[in-house]
């Protein structure tokens, strides 16, 4: 779920910002730039743990906002610019069927969203282009390999990292401490983000 928002301090340029908070775990709340001086602020969690919750997701976005001490601050005086909005995001869970007899599923039609960030775009756009490219080509039979072999082995790492990081959230707290390290950041940014 997300929405606009002006009037948020503390943003650097080129950073995107992620928070956890132990009351709201599984689920992160991001707040990340746009051109033009708004952001994009939104709180994400798996259906299965919200509904456990009995909460709906607008309401944990605003709890969020105002018991993380961090987002409270940078959001105290933010103008809303937009309703809030969301829809479900398909996570990549196990292996599907991506094409058939006249037909092929890309994005969130075949499920391809990255389990630790919830990216999606990246791979509705690469997926959408090995479609075309395989109809153009009239190859339409070597699709599914095709996205196999593109993302299959990234997804299922992310799950894994999203099992872990689920049953030991404290791993969360020991990655940020690490944070501190570049390389340690660039080794997380190109592993998981
Ligand atoms: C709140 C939220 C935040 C997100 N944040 C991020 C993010 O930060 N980064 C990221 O990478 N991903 C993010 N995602 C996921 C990302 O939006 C999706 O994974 C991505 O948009 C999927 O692209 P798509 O083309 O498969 O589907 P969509 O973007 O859903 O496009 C499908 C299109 O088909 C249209 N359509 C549907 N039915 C019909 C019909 N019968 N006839 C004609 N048109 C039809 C729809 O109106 C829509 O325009 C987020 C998702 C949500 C809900």
């Known amino acids: 779920m997300r929405g606009y928002f002006s009037d948020v301090v503390g943003l650097e340029p080129g950073t995107e910002y992620i928070f956890y908070h132990p009351r709201f775990f599984p689920g992160y709340f991001w707040i990340f730039p746009m051109a033009g001086g708004w952001v994009n602020a939104g709180y994400g969690m798996a ?11 607008n309401v944990l976005f605003e709890r969020f906002r105002q018991e993380h001490p961090v ?3 940078m959001m105290a005086r933010a103008k809303p610019e937009s309703d809030l909005g969301g829809g479900m995001v398909p996570f990549s869970a196990k292996k599907q069927r991506w094409a058939g007899d006249g037909w092929l599923l890309t994005g969130d039609a075949a499920s391809l969203v990255d389990p630790v960030s919830g990216d999606g775009i990246l791979y509705a756009v ?4 090995q479609a075309g490219l395989a109809v153009r080509n009239g190859r339409q039979h070597e699709y599914s390999g095709r ?5 299959w082995g990234r997804m299922k790492n992310q799950r894994k990292v999203m099992y872990l990081v689920t049953r030991m959230p404290g791993i969360i707290s020991l990655a940020s401490l690490l ?6 950041r660039r080794a997380l940014m190109k592993g998981i983000w």
């Open 47 to 57: 259906e299965k743990y919200r509904k456990k919750s009995g909460v709906p997701l």
């Open 71 to 73: 987002v409270r601050e």
């Open 126 to 129: 690469r997926s959408g282009l």
């Open 147 to 151: 996205l196999e072999e593109l993302f």
């Open 179 to 184: 944070g501190r390290y570049p390389w340690f």
